[in-house]
């Protein structure tokens, strides 16, 4: 009579029964596969102490050990390549590895094979591919296989599966890397790992390249110092500075990496590389560091003009732009993003993908959208963002497509429109953001929260997201700005102060983009709060001077709006004055030009004429 496995409730009930509690039955369950002498003795072994951290009760081992003790020469050989290949294999495989290795472990695959199927060791999977019937199975037959003879198998299994792939080595290319790596054969194993991330990073991988590139460079480590090593290594470092931008989201020690490709190509007589020129400008725009950016992108700018080279025009121009903003020179800004679109070869776009991470069109779009908005051109700012997100969806790129809808709901959340930003947002794929965009779609997203009278929960969200930007400071400004409204959206602005003040000294040290808006927003709670009129009125009235001089007229808007309303309620004497400087700022726009602030600034003028 052929027993199959257990169900999962069967399992689950058999599991509860013997532990007589709940906690660990999911981790049992899993564990046994379906197998109930391996959950029997998982059970006894949870409830005896023994077995932990994962480790295979020595019941169970005995069990299995015992098995495969009595199994035949050509089965006892097929389980032992079956162990080391990891995964389901086929008959044909497992004679590839046979004639790889050395010639005396020759033997019938096919004989094998059968006898460990009858024996209900492997079962067959469909299309001649066989696994063995238990993952702990494959674990004790690993075990048992000496450190030679490890070696030697692994290295068969990665020639076998070159010669069968030999028309599709990039499909193999992972398993011949890692089999060649545990064969200690390191030189081939760095050649298949540089395959390897090829592959990944042409699919956009990037969490695969950087744990490939990472072993590899813990491979090149044990070289020998030759320009040739150099060579090799840097041919991980830069997809691993890539992946690592559009991947998980840089850090701040992956510093380390850029500057050893520094190292390594002036070491070659080598100039300095762009892709690494960009990745690590943007890792120092990510730690509010914006000097090493504008260099970059100035020296991107120059190797652009030196060998005509539209890639590096626009990757420069990109930079220089979006540091500009940061720094609040937006007309500045306006003007790089314009020449790097400009400058942008659509036939070269794939070169940007793989080179930068990012499709240069789409963030430049996006960010000359959120620029024209804060310099007052709605409309432009407007067709920009939408055809940004039009334009990203065609190229299906992940990280750019989560950037353009991060900055875009930014845009939404900084122009009022809370609908659009809680859209966009909703479509970011959090599994394909970097860490600094799912920063940004939380805080986006605890905003529209604290609007819609979620106090306490979006409180503590944006109090969560304002620790977690330590990690990622260019973000901490606009955290800790939205968690002080959040505050008095709750009616506590009392609360808010301490964020606020928080948010203004950092602004005040390296983010001139966020400065009028910290100004703004502490003079509020302070107001709120019945504080120092002197005080708020300072504030208010530096904002507005900031916003001007960046020219920045929606926080001009949003500014001049707030102090003409704080000289009303202290009937303060430079009221009118006020007024007629509101009323000048709202002239710059045609009466059928909509915006929220601009709406907002129109009805204050009214309400004092």
């Known amino acids: 009579l052929e027993l199959g496995p257990l169900s999962s409730a069967a399992a689950t009930e058999l599991a509860i029964g013997l532990l007589g509690r709940t906690d660990a039955v999911d981790h049992v369950v899993e564990y046994a596969e379906g197998n109930p002498l391996f959950l029997v003795e998982m059970a006894r072994a949870g409830t005896s102490g023994s077995g932990a951290g994962g480790q295979l009760p020595e019941r169970m081992r005995a069990v299995i050990l015992q098995r495969l003790a009595r199994l035949p020469a050509a089965a006892d050989q097929v389980a032992a390549i079956g162990a080391m290949i990891g995964r389901p294999f086929t008959v044909e495989l497992v004679a590839q590895v046979a004639q790889c290795a050395t010639p005396h472990l020759w033997f019938d695959a096919v004989a094998g094979v059968d006898e460990l199927w009858r024996r209900g060791i492997v079962r067959e999977l469909g299309n001649a591919t066989y696994d063995f019937g238990h993952g702990k199975v494959r674990e004790v037959a690993d075990d048992a296989v000496a450190p030679a003879r490890r ?337 008095a959206n709750a009616g506590h602005a009392e609360r808010g102060i301490e964020p606020a003040r928080l948010a203004l000294s950092l602004v005040e040290q390296s983010m001139p983009f966020h400065e009028a808006d910290a100004c703004l927003v502490l003079a509020e709670l302070l107001a709120a709060n019945g504080r120092d009129d002197a005080t708020v009125e300072r504030l208010l009235r530096r904002a507005t001077a900031i916003a001007s001089r960046q020219h920045g007229v929606v926080l001009e808007l949003r500014a001049r709006t707030a102090l003409v309303d704080w000289s009303r309620s202290v009937a303060h004497s430079n009221r009118d004055a006020d007024v007629r400087a509101l009323t000048d700022l709202c002239a710059r726009w045609p009466a059928h030009t909509r915006s929220v602030s601009l709406d907002r600034a129109r009805a204050t003028v009214g309400e004092h004429s």
């Open 151 to 487: 070696a030697e198998l692994h290295r068969a299994v990665a020639d076998a599966l070159e010669r069968l792939n030999r028309d599709a080595p990039d499909e193999v290319a992972v398993q011949v890397a890692a089999h060649y790596d545990r064969a200690g054969a390191d030189r081939l194993a760095i050649a298949s790992y540089r395959r390897a991330v090829d592959v990944a990073r042409r699919v956009y991988a990037y969490q695969d390249v950087i744990g490939l590139a990472n072993r590899a460079l813990q491979l090149i480590e044990r070289c020998p110092a030759t320009p040739e090593r150099d060579e090799s290594e840097l041919t991980f470092l830069d997809p691993l500075g890539v992946a690592l931008y559009a991947g998980t989201g840089q850090q701040r020690h992956d510093a380390s990496i850029y500057e050893r490709a520094d190292t390594l190509r002036a070491r070659l007589g080598r100039p300095p590389d762009p892709t690494t020129l960009r990745t690590a400008a943007n890792l120092a725009i990510s730690q509010r560091e914006f000097r090493l950016p504008h260099r970059n992108g100035q020296r991107l700018l120059a190797q652009g003009a030196a060998t005509d080279d539209p890639v590096l025009r626009t990757e420069g121009h990109y930079l220089l732009g979006v540091t500009s903003f940061w720094l609040g020179e937006f007309t500045a800004s306006r003007d790089h993003l314009a020449s790097a679109l400009s400058s942008f070869a659509s036939e070269r776009a794939t070169e940007h993908l793989a080179r930068f991470g990012q499709d240069p069109k789409a963030v430049c779009l996006v960010r000359s959208g959120f620029t024209a908005f804060h310099l007052g051109d709605f409309e432009h700012a407007e067709d920009q963002t939408q055809h940004a997100v039009a334009h990203a969806d065609t190229i299906a790129h992940p990280y750019t497509t989560a950037y353009v809808r991060a900055f875009a709901a930014w845009h939404c959340l900084d122009a009022g429109r809370l609908d659009d930003a809680r859209e966009l947002i909703a479509q970011v794929d959090h599994g394909c953001c970097n860490a600094g965009l799912e920063l940004i779609s939380r805080i986006v997203e605890a905003w529209v929260a604290s609007t819609e009278g979620d106090d306490r929960g979006s409180v503590d969200r944006l109090a969560r997201a304002a620790d977690d930007a330590r990690e990622i400071p260019l973000n901490q400004p606009l955290a800790l700005l939205l968690l002080a409204r959040a505050h």
